[in-house]
Nanobody, 121 residues
Framework: VQLVESGGGLVQAGGSLRLSCAAS????????IGWFRQAPGKEREGVSC????????WYADSVKGRFTFSSDDAKKTVFLQMNSLKPEDTAVYYC???????????????WGQGTQVTVSS
């Protein structure tokens, strides 16, 4: 089981990025999937997640209305579309998966390696 994030990079404030999280060795069916971020010197924080059972989708207040969680039809890749980016969105972004769980939650079984997002002012 492996999660691989991609799509990070450097963007100006107000710009957009789309992060991807690809599952290797399984599909996201029946998994809660979360996006987290950690900025230098700060604790990790939850950004968005989707529950396994009812597809309930949660967003942190700081990203609500700007970020959108989606997945492909095969449930092998999930995406985080990030619009109207701000310098305070700069962080390493991680995806995570946990079988059969609801969200938001902090504990996940599987984590990706992270992708850097840098937003310049």
């Amino acid at each position: 089981v492996q999660l691989v994030e991609s799509g990070g990079g450097l963007v100006q404030a107000g710009g957009s990025l789309r992060l991807s999280c690809a599952a290797s060795g399984f599909t996201f069916d029946n998994y809660a999937i979360g996006w987290f971020r950690q900025a230098p010197g700060k604790e990790r924080e939850g950004v968005s997640c989707i529950s396994s059972r009812d597809d309930y989708t949660w967003y942190a207040d700081s990203v609500k209305g700007r970020f959108t969680f989606s997945s492909d039809d095969a449930k092998k890749t999930v995406f985080l579309q990030m619009n109207s980016l701000k310098p305070e969105d700069t962080a390493v972004y991680y995806c995570a998966a946990d079988w059969g769980s609801n969200c938001p939650r902090e504990i996940y079984d599987y984590w990706g390696q992270g992708t850097q997002v840098t937003v310049s002012s």
